[in-house]
């Protein structure tokens, strides 16, 4: 992250605190900032005083479930500080702990005044974006409420209630208002000769609806304790390469990442899953098209995540049509929200049908699950939304009536809705957008490939040959079609879309490398499209741009526009080795693991697009989320494609 904030996940809770651990409250930045469950935050202040003064950070917070830091009181050379402060803090399930130890450094007793400013303002995540929208929030109420270890915050609007107690041992001496409606919790610790003083704070949410009995950590090691165990327990049974460490290590990191990212959800008969969330700080939730690549990467070492991610996209498949939510009949959902503005209907993302891809996506996924697992029974039981969703890419999708996979931008949502979703992502080379209909090039890629998993699926476990071979030939028609009105003949390369007039988008970009994944491109189109991947416009030596570089669209630091996606180029090396080009394959590999060596094995959701020639290490892009599934689950689709080679 680029603005000092340090990320601490578990499952639909995160906290982002500051070099000294403190947590600001301050709204703008690249991140938020505080202790946030289900999309609302919890804490909004944590800011910690010693004798009446900010301390000075001896060493700043580090990474890691536990994040520790170092800190002293203000002073100069000629005095050393009297004490030290040690910080350690952890997250878990909808709670924040953290252990606060005081070490005199003087021979004689001494007394130090600790306080610690705390703060709940319950703002949803939305309204911390950088958007300048505002939320009406009429009748909205906040209390506090003293207790005999510390304090407890409440909601609520309407039906809405939220709450987070913070308790502490020992007590604090002294609860203070502030006149700005946070509340200062206070102690005077006296301390012997070298002496030391110990404190543990413990922070539990209540987010609206979570009437579950929740357990309060006792510590940040016992916290630390259950997330390795957890982790631990993700990654047994899977053989990490011998011959390429680092690859190892970077599966490894992944697949930790992936158990930290795990998130509550239901399946069709309600029974209870965990999904992979798509990323922190801002989606940690459920986004269909997150949860499908992530759990396709995975799927040859860890099945159990497609085993959950399906039917718990089953289970929130559309079955009618809603225009402020781009719901229609069979549509795979693109993102879950549990907050407020979601719940009050003020951002349309409680079930947000704003993707393309994921209907495709989600048929691609069933289809390589029951070809891996042999597992015909969730094959029989998803059938029925199996169909529906191929019947949304007929039908409401556009395959009958365009030929493609279309999509229009939503005004109150996204107006991209392939998997390149910000506002310019599709665009001309000259960066020119369209309007209109929208017809991207990877969707059509995906739209295939479903069409044949689902006609092996009919065939093979549903006995509906009928059914089969209509797939088979509606895959085998759109393959011609796209090849005759997507290929740009004066490139030798595919467009990125079309619009809605049928003009060929004429950008150069990474979504080409998808059709190699999806097998859409005859042999010799792959290899001329898998070849031009690896020059050096597009490739920067950390892996393949999103956007060829030379074009007047590109930007290094765009979000879609020239930077560098770790899932993108694992979606292009399993491409490049389908269609036999393996060195190929084995370079952009081994370039996004030496990324990630880079970065401590674990690779962000996007880096930035400038070359390896000029910047010998990976520049951060802006606002990536890290840890993200896709890009955790990267380096297990590197394994499947070069073989740790």
């Known amino acids: 992250m680029t603005d000092r904030h340090h990320l601490l996940v578990q499952g639909t809770t995160f906290a982002a605190v500051g070099d000294r651990g403190d947590i600001s409250g301050v709204r703008g930045g690249g991140s938020p900032d505080g202790l946030f469950v289900r999309d609302a935050r919890h804490l909004s202040r944590w800011q910690l005083t010693v004798d009446g003064a900010v301390p000075e950070v001896l060493s700043p917070v580090a990474g890691g479930d536990v994040t520790r830091c170092v800190l002293v009181p203000r002073g100069g050379r000629q005095e050393p500080p009297a004490h030290t402060v040690f910080r350690e803090q952890a997250v878990g399930d909808s709670a924040f702990v953290e252990s606060l130890r005081v070490t005199s450094n003087r021979p004689v007793p001494t007394a130090v005044r600790l306080a610690?400013?705390?703060?709940?303002?319950?703002?949803?995540?939305?309204?911390?974006?950088?958007?300048?929208?505002?939320?009406?929030?009429?009748?909205?109420?906040?209390?506090?409420?003293?207790?005999?270890?510390?304090?407890?915050?409440?909601?609520?609007?309407?039906?809405?209630?939220?709450?987070?107690?913070?308790?502490?041992?020992?007590?604090?001496?002294?609860?203070?208002?502030?006149?700005?409606?946070?509340?200062?919790?206070?102690?005077?610790?006296?301390?012997?000769?070298?002496?030391?003083?110990?404190?543990?704070?413990?922070?539990?949410?209540?987010?609206?609806?979570?009437?579950?009995?929740?357990?309060?950590?006792?510590?940040?090691?016992?916290?630390?304790?259950?997330?390795?165990?957890?982790?631990?327990?993700?990654?047994?049974?899977v053989a990490f390469p011998t011959g390429r460490p680092e690859l190892a290590a970077a599966c490894a990191r992944g697949l930790a990442d992936l158990a930290s990212l795990?998130?509550?959800?239901?399946?069709?008969?309600?029974?209870?899953?965990?999904?992979?969330?798509a990323g922190a700080p801002w989606f940690l939730t459920l986004l269909g098209r997150d949860a499908l690549l992530a759990s396709l990467f995975a799927l040859p070492y860890r099945p159990r995540l497609a085993a959950a991610t399906l039917p718990a996209l089953a289970a929130t498949q559309a079955t009618g049509t809603t225009e402020s939510r781009v719901a229609q009949p069979g549509k795979i959902v693109h993102e879950v929200r549990h907050g407020e503005l979601a719940y009050f209907g003020q951002v349309p993302y409680g079930r947000y049908y704003g993707s393309v891809d994921a209907t495709p996506l989600f048929l691609i996924l069933l289809g390589a699950y029951v070809e891996a697992t042999s597992d015909t029974a969730m094959a029989h039981r998803l059938e029925p939304h199996a169909r529906a969703a191929v019947g949304w890419m007929l039908d409401h999708g556009g395959l009958t009536s365009r030929g493609y996979l279309v999509y229009r931008a939503d005004e109150g949502g996204l107006a991209n809705q392939n998997w390149k979703d910000s506002p310019g992502a599709i665009c001309c080379a000259?960066?020119?957008?369209?309007?209109?209909?929208?017809?991207?090039?990877?969707?059509?890629?995906?739209?295939?490939?479903?069409?044949?998993?689902?006609?092996?699926?009919?065939?093979?476990?549903?006995?509906?040959?009928?059914?089969?071979?209509?797939?088979?030939?509606?895959?085998?028609?759109?393959?011609?079609?796209?090849?005759?009105?997507?290929?740009?003949?004066?490139?030798?390369?595919?467009?990125?879309?079309?619009?809605?007039?049928?003009?060929?988008?004429?950008?150069?970009?990474?979504?080409?490398?998808?059709?190699?994944?999806?097998?859409?491109?005859?042999?010799?189109?792959?290899?001329?499209?898998?070849?031009?991947?690896?020059?050096?416009?597009?490739?920067?030596?950390?892996?393949?741009?999103?956007?060829?570089?030379?074009q007047p669209a590109y930007h290094p630091l765009s979000y879609h526009r020239g930077s560098v996606w770790p899932h993108d180029n694992a979606l292009i090396t399993l491409g490049l080795a389908r269609?036999?080009?393996?060195?190929?394959?084995?370079?952009?590999?081994?370039?996004?693991?030496?990324?990630?060596?880079?970065?401590?094995?674990?690779?962000?959701?996007?880096?930035?697009?400038?070359?390896?020639?000029?910047?010998?290490?990976?520049?951060?892009?802006?606002?990536?989320?890290?840890?993200?599934?896709?890009?955790a689950a990267a380096p297990l689709a590197l394994l499947t494609a070069v073989g740790g080679v």
């Open 430 to 550: 000259d960066g020119t957008r369209p309007s209109g209909a929208v017809m991207a090039a990877g969707a059509q890629g995906y739209a295939y490939d479903a069409l044949r998993r689902t006609a092996w699926v009919a065939r093979t476990v549903w006995a509906d040959r009928t059914y089969a071979e209509l797939l088979e030939q509606a895959a085998a028609d759109l393959r011609d079609r796209f090849q005759r009105e997507f290929w740009m003949r004066e490139h030798s390369f595919p467009a990125l879309a079309l619009d809605g007039a049928g003009r060929q988008i004429d950008a150069l970009a990474s979504d080409a490398g998808h059709l190699l994944w999806s097998g859409l491109l005859d042999k010799e189109y792959g290899e001329v499209v898998g070849r031009r991947l690896l020059e050096p416009d597009f490739f920067s030596g950390w892996g393949v741009r999103t956007l060829a570089a030379g």
């Open 262 to 277: 795990q998130v509550p959800a239901t399946g069709p008969d309600g029974e209870e899953l965990r999904v992979p969330a």
């Open 116 to 237: 610690l400013t705390v703060d709940a303002d319950f703002t949803d995540q939305f309204e911390l974006r950088s958007d300048h929208r505002t939320y009406v929030k009429a009748g909205a109420l906040r209390s506090r409420e003293v207790l005999d270890d510390g304090i407890e915050f409440t909601y609520r609007r309407a039906e809405w209630r939220s709450r987070t107690t913070i308790t502490a041992d020992p007590a604090p001496q002294a609860v203070e208002e502030t006149g700005t409606g946070a509340r200062r919790l206070v102690w005077t610790l006296d301390l012997a000769p070298h002496g030391t003083t110990s404190l543990t704070l413990r922070v539990i949410a209540r987010p609206h609806g979570d009437r579950r009995t929740l357990r309060m950590p006792r510590d940040p090691a016992s916290v630390r304790a259950e997330l390795r165990a957890r982790e631990e327990e993700f990654m047994e049974g």
């Open 579 to 631: 269609y036999g080009l393996h060195d190929e394959a084995r370079a952009v590999a081994h370039a996004l693991v030496e990324a990630a060596t880079a970065t401590g094995y674990r690779l962000p959701e996007v880096l930035a697009g400038y070359g390896r020639d000029t910047h010998p290490e990976p520049v951060p892009c802006p606002h990536a989320c890290v840890p993200e599934s896709r890009s």
